[in-house]
Structure formats: structure tokens, C-alpha cells
């Protein structure tokens, strides 16, 4: 491996274990298996994930649609929202920084000063881009070069992005101040070519074929020899000219046509009427008979042939110099690969940099403050694909909240469907997100501490496909965020225990938001229907309710989207419901029920999802028997009257082992 | 996500190509002229040497499919099957690409599933000509095309890596997994390791397009679901 990478160890990037370094030996392997004797470019490894990046799980980036929307498109993805690069590797950046945001709070401010420098120079960002906009993908182009399924248009790739490089190191040089990350892209940006580019220019024409083979891409007056045997084509081809006029005035036929076939090469035409005279003597020993067709006879003579070989020949030498230039100009790239590839990362972080300053200020983001403290202060919180669709749609103004889990970390998140509850928790991950990466925030303001892990469990799927309910994979998920979540971590969870009975879930509900403060104490945003647990805000100190408002209007509701501290008063599943469309009849049928079955329960209760028919059936709510043990819990949901014998026995051995667990 | 597609299963078709190439690679079969033309017996061999790759035949300016590989493509590419000279006194099923459209129909049968050997010829016809009537033009695999290992503008996602990853699991070492990635068509590598609870996570991240995976982990259902779900296809590693 060393040996491919060229390189004298491998330690000069770092250490690698046996396990790394037996899996890049296999990807050799399969290289040189798949590209039989093409070494493609290969660029020194770089370390990926670990804690160097947020750690963010891949349920958690497809629910926060970050490259992809859950439909499977690019559009209504937070990297389509967010991209406004002029290059290809500049997207390929892009994505692939969204795709793994830094933990290091420096490296995250390296990276924040070079935007916050491209936002405010706005001129030179202008003239940067205006070259990036035209400068080619010098790394694919190179990699197809490399790998002998390269084309001229490739080498004129390179041509065209050294010099955008050198355009853009010039700007830079004449620039003042600036950051650690913008001059480290103007030292590669400068390079030493080892005149790759003056060769180049020297070498290439203007118009470049696609196809090597299609010839012309040598500009005149680089090869002596190439333009000798061009002239003697073209020459030749005059000759060619000459002929025709001349058989012409000797046979007196002004039809006379001299065409050219592969078969044989030039030869003269006559139509069937008039070839009388060439097939008799005396012309006849000049032009030799080849071919009759239905209304046209052909024939040669021995100039033609010569000319046709001087012709093929001068046009097979010419194809040949021409090649020997694409290999050797090939060839001089791949020496320099290393500068190459140095500079196509430049171009590429350049562009990055002048995306991210030009939608901060397109979109008025702000700086975030990324730090080392278990801060999450974001005032005036924006999402950032639901803002831009609400203005490209015309749909009024988004309206920003802030969120604050610096003190009391965990927020329970209440209010009707339809509030704005999901959009208001992803809005807060993916300002997380982007300022990790090193973007600025669609926020006034915003203070981070950097987090190690970022989870998200929001909205519901099935994956039949799998064979795991919608239950199922809620309950995966959630477990994956319980065991692994740390007191660093961000936490996003949207209606835990929504997918099964009330109860069931409202429990669960209840256990993961004790888990999560007490045990995991990580920062966390808890939407909910189950209003019974904003009880826990009086008793968790580090939890606080907070609720999306609505305004209610003769029946109907009118959503606020403004997040306010306190909870919903009720869930508005009527009125929600009612906008849905269903019916008049069904709406006024479901006011009757709900009329009733508060009146049954004594007082209104605070949830309406809450009261399906069994309610009356249910169990003191899990509320009351929390504090008593598991032991008063399993006691208390014993029926004896609805068991059999059996089922008596074993409950009974199961609070045998519950009391000796206690005890 | 959408899933990407597993190699299709071959049509039980009149011609069992593969098991005749089997036996010529083991040996228990050979050629006589009687049977096959020598231009047919050079192809046999070649696509023995490839049993999983669907063979792009250079014949010209045509890429010619035969047998079984031309009856898969002509139904993933819509073209056109025809059938050229007999086998074992069977009609010959046959489709072809134009050299000058190969591209597109190479990014649609990767999109499909299949794995592209591309075999060129490896000398001007004329030469052959020279050696004899019945010699062949020299021809060979140049190049595997797989969802992994492309380059061509036109089968990338300009705004797109386009990873090829090598899973490791060490010896001894209960979860860690070693990743090794690598994108020829710009030539970034990077290197990591990851654990059994973020590794999917991890594969998520570098979503690559295809996951070379060794035996020891071939079984193990978890991690196919894990790549399948970050839209890689599953190669088997090759035996060091």
C-alpha cells in the first residue's frame, strides 16, 4: 500500500490500525481487479467520523432529511436548501461536510471566520465566484486521465482549472487579513505546476473534440513534425482538387466527380450514360474500371491512388503525433498529481466558503458562538427549508422561537397537530448541525455547546419491508437513543409511544423522559400528546413545558406557530380534524362523544387522544403508581377476577421475583 | 432510500451458458470448430473468466452481448434481442450497444444491478486478417464497470462522491469494524473505524455506492440491511 499511495510510510498520516490498514489492502485489491493495469489517482487517507465528528445515527439523518427528502429527492433536503456553490466539488464538499460536522469548537471557528470573512467582503466574493463559475472539476478530469478514459476536453479541464487557480491565488495575494483557512487555500491554490499550465496552453487549440482519436486538439506550431504532415494532408487534398478539373478538361466530361469511399479509397464517377469513353482506348489505360453501380460507373488512376496514400499516410502520422502529445501531456499531470489534487481541494473549500457567505446573507443567517459549555441558546430559531418554501410559495412569513436548554435542558413540548411542534424540534437539530459544520444559522442568535451525538426519533414509518411495525421501529429507535445518548448529546424526540395503546405508550413516554434527565442528562426537546406528562415538569428540576400556541376562533382554530413557556390546555383534535375536511355530520357526532365521555370521567381531561372507549377500563393512571415500585405496580395491575388458576400462580411467582429484587 | 436492485436471477433459457462456460474453465469441456466459430470460443472463454459480470463484447463499433447476458440486458435496456449464427444447434441470442452510446447504457444496467466486464480489441483487425482466415482478433477484459468504480461524467453525480468502501471486522476485537473508502473518480481516501451500534451511522454518512464486504461478514443480516439502507450494493471481497 505504501508502494501505491507513494508515499515512504504511512505514519506520515497518521496511525492505523491492523484492521484499517487490512481494509485498504482489500480496496486495492478490488482496484486492481476491477482497472486491470490503470492505477487510478489515489490521495493520501484522511481520518473520517469517530469523535473528531458528530455522531449522528442514520434513522436521525433521514427523519432531519439532510441530503435526501423521506420521498427519496434532493429537493426538500436541508443540503439543497443550503447549497449555494458554482462547482461540482464544491457541492461534493458541501454535502460531504453536512454529511459529518465537526465536534472541535476550533476547528469549527477556523471554518466560521472564513465565511465570516467571504460575507464581509462582498466584492472580492463576487470576483471569486465569477472565476469558480467557470473553472472545471480538475479531480474527475484528472481521475479519467488517469485512468486512460481521458479525452482532450479532460487535459483542457486541467489547463482551465490551474488557471482559474492561479486567477484566484492572484485575488487572494491581493487581499489582507485573512483567516487561517482561506490563506492555507491560497498556499495550495499557488502550487508549483512544474509548467504544467504553460505546456498545456502551448499544447491545446481552442475547440477540443471529445474523442482522442477524433484528432485536432494539438494546437499549430507546437510539433514542427505534426504541422509538416497536417500541411501534406491538406496539401494533398489540393491535389485531389486539381485532378478533378484536370480529368475533367481531358475527357471533356464536366460531370466528372472524384469521391472517396473506404472500399477504394478516391476514385472517379461517372454516371452510367456518360462513361462511355473512359471504357474504351485511349482513356482507358488511364482510368482503370473498378466498379459498375445501376446508374453510376467508378474508376481509379494512379495518381489517385498515390495521392491516397501520401493523404492516409500524413493523416495517420498527424493522428499519431497527436497522440504521442495527449500521452506525454498525460503523463506531466500525473507527475504533479499531488499539486493537482492539492488544488482541486483548494477550488473546491473556496467555493464552499463563498456558498456559505452568500447564504448567510441572502438568508440573513447569523454567526453562531460554538463552544466547549453545555449551552443551547438559539434566539429567534428559523427552519431552514421551511423558510425558504414559505417565500418562494408566498406563504407569509416564518415565525421564529427561540429555544433555550442551557439551564433546564429538556423541554416537553406541548400543543395541537398542525401547530408546528415537529418543524419547531428539527429547526433547532439542523441549526445545530449547520453551525458544527461551520455555517452560519438561520437565527439572530445562537450559542452551542458542541455536542458528541445527535438523535432524532420524529415522525412515524413503517418498515414493512423488514417485517417491524411503526411500534417496532419507534421502540428501536428509542432504545438506541437511551443507551447511547451522553450528557453532551442533543436530543430530538417527536411523540414517543404514539403507536401503541394509550397507556402503553404514556408510560413509556413518561419512563424515556425520566431516563433522558436523570440518567443521560442530555439536552432534549420532548413533543408529546400526553398532556399527564407535563406533571413531570414540577418534578424534574431540570424540565421545563413549553407549547405551541394557537388562538381558538368559533370552533375553529388558528395556529400561531409561536412557541410560548406553559402547556396546552387541550389538543384540538376536533378542530384539526374539522380542517382536515371530514365531514359536518362526523365533525358534530365527534363533539357529542367528547361531551359525553368528559362528563363520565368527572372532569374534563386535559387529553383528548387520551379517552378511547376503554377508558373506563383503564387503571389508575401510571402517574400515581410511579413513585411506588415496580413491586406496587405489578400488584396493582393484577385482576384476580379475570384470571385462570394458572396465570394466578404465575403472577404470583412474578412478584416473588420483583420483592426479592427489591430487597 | 430506494433499494438498489440485486443482480437479476438469469431466465432459465434454452442455451445454460454459464454451466458450458463452467466446464470449459474446469476443463471438462472444450471446443471443437464444429461447435463453436473461434470468434464464439474466445468469447466462452472470456466471459468464463466472468461469470458475475454481464460481458461487453467489442465487435466493431458495436459492444455484443451473448446468450443469457444478452437476454438480462436487452430486458433492462429495452433494446432490441436478436440472435446471430447457432450453438449446440440453437439459435444464439444476441443484443449490441453502439460504441458511441455505450455510456448510457452502462449507467443504466449499473443502476439496474449488474456488473459490466468491457472487452476490447486489442489490435487492429487488419493484423488478424494477416494471420489466417480463420484467426481472431485479440480481445480482453479491460476494465470491470461496477456501481463503485465509475468514472465517466456521464454514469456520476456531479455533486456527488461516489464511494467505494472496504468493511473490515478484526479478528478478536468484539465491535469494532474498520472502514476503508475510497472515490477513484476524484481520488479522496479516508480511513475509520466504527463500532456495532454506529456503524450504520457511519455507512449513512459516506453513503457509498457500492461495499466490498468479506466472507466472515457476508452472513450477517444486520449489515446488509445497514448497507442496503445507505443504498450501497454488496460485493464479496476478493480472496487476498
Known sequence: MKKELGVAALDAFGSFSRGELAACAALLKYLEITQIGHKPVLRPPRRAGGAASLVIDAATRANLELVRSLGGRKQGSLLFAIDRTVTSAGARELASRLASPLTCAEAIHARLDAVALLLDRQMLRVKL?????????????????????GGPRDLGGLRDGVSAARDLARLLAQAHGLPAEIAAIAERLTGDDGGLLAELTAALGEELPHFKRDGGFIRSGFRPDLDENRRLRDDSRGVIAALQSRYAAETGIKALKVRHNNVLGYFVE???????????????????????????????????????????????????????????????????????????????????????????????????????????????????VVEQSLLKNRAGPFIANDCDLTARRLWLVTGPNMAGKSTFLR????????????????????????????????GASDDLARGRSTFMVEMVETAAILNQATDRSLVILDEIGRGTATFDGLSIAWAAVEHLHDVNKCRALFATHYHELTELAGRLDGTTNVTVAVKEWKDNIVFLHEVVQGTADKSYGIQVAKLAGLPASLIARARQVLARLEKQQGKPRPALEDLPLFAQLAPPPAVETQ???????????????????????????????LASGEG | MQRPKAPRALPES?????????????????????????????????????????????????????????VAASRALGIQLTKRGKHLGEDIPMCGVPIVRSDEYLQKLIAAGFRIAVCEQLEDPALAKKRGPKSVVRRDVVRLVTPGT???????????????????????????????????????????????????????????????????????????AAIDNAGAAITPLPDP
Do not use: W
Open chain 1, 270 to 384: 461517372l454516371s452510367a450514360n456518360t462513361a462511355g469513353p473512359l471504357l474504351a482506348a485511349p482513356l482507358s489505360d488511364a482510368f482503370r474500371h473498378r466498379q459498375t453501380l445501376a446508374n453510376a460507373v467508378r474508376f481509379t488512376t494512379a495518381e489517385l491512388v498515390d495521392a491516397e496514400a501520401r493523404i492516409t499516410g500524413a493523416a495517420e502520422r498527424a493522428l499519431a503525433i497527436e497522440l504521442d502529445c495527449f500521452e506525454a501531456l498525460t503523463a506531466l499531470a500525473r507527475a504533479h498529481e499531488r499539486v493537482l489534487c492539492a488544488m482541486a481541494a483548494a477550488l473546491a473549500e473556496l467555493d464552499l466558503y463563498c456558498a456559505l457567505a452568500e447564504l448567510a446573507e441572502e438568508q440573513n443567517y447569523a454567526r453562531p458562538t460554538v463552544d466547549k459549555a453545555r449551552a443551547f441558546r438559539i434566539e429567534a430559531g428559523r427552519h431552514p
Open chain 2, 14 to 70: 434454452a442455451m445454460p451458458a454459464v454451466q458450458v462456460f463452467e466446464a470449459l474453465k474446469d476443463g471438462a469441456a472444450t471446443f471443437s470448430d464444429a461447435v463453436m466459430t473461434p470468434m464464439m470460443a474466445q468469447y466462452a472463454k472470456i466471459k468464463a473468466a466472468h461469470p458475475d459480470c454481464l460481458l461487453f463484447y467489442r465487435m466493431g463499433d458495436f459492444f455484443e452481448l451473448f446468450f443469457d447476458d444478452a
Open chain 1, 129 to 149: 465566484r465569477d472565476i469558480l463559475e467557470a473553472a472545471p472539476d480538475i479531480a474527475r478530469a484528472l481521475s479519467r486521465l488517469a485512468l486512460g478514459r
Open chain 1, 427 to 458: 429547526q433547532n437539530a439542523l441549526i445545530a448541525i449547520l453551525a458544527q459544520m461551520g455555517s452560519f444559522v438561520p437565527a439572530r442568535s445562537a450559542h452551542i455547546g458542541v455536542a458528541d451525538r445527535l438523535f432524532s426519533r420524529v
Open chain 1, 627 to 657: 413513585d411506588r415500585g415496580p413491586l406496587l405496580i405489578a400488584l396493582h395491575a393484577i385482576n384476580p377476577d379475570a384470571m385462570t388458576p394458572r396465570e394466578a400462580l404465575d403472577a404470583l411467582y412474578r412478584l416473588k421475583t
Open chain 2, 150 to 224: 465509475i468514472t465517466e461524467e456521464a454514469l456520476l453525480d456531479a455533486a456527488c462522491n461516489n464511494f467505494l468502501t472496504a468493511l473490515f471486522k478484526a479478528p478478536g476485537q468484539d465491535a469494532a469494524f474498520a472502514l476503508a473508502s475510497v472515490d477513484i473518480s476524484t481520488g479522496e481516501c479516508f480511513v475509520g473505524e466504527s463500532s456495532a451500534p454506529d456503524l450504520a451511522g457511519d455507512l449513512a454518512r459516506l453513503a457509498p455506492k457500492e461495499v466490498l464486504l468479506s466472507t466472515a461478514l457476508d452472513g450477517d443480516r444486520k449489515l446488509r
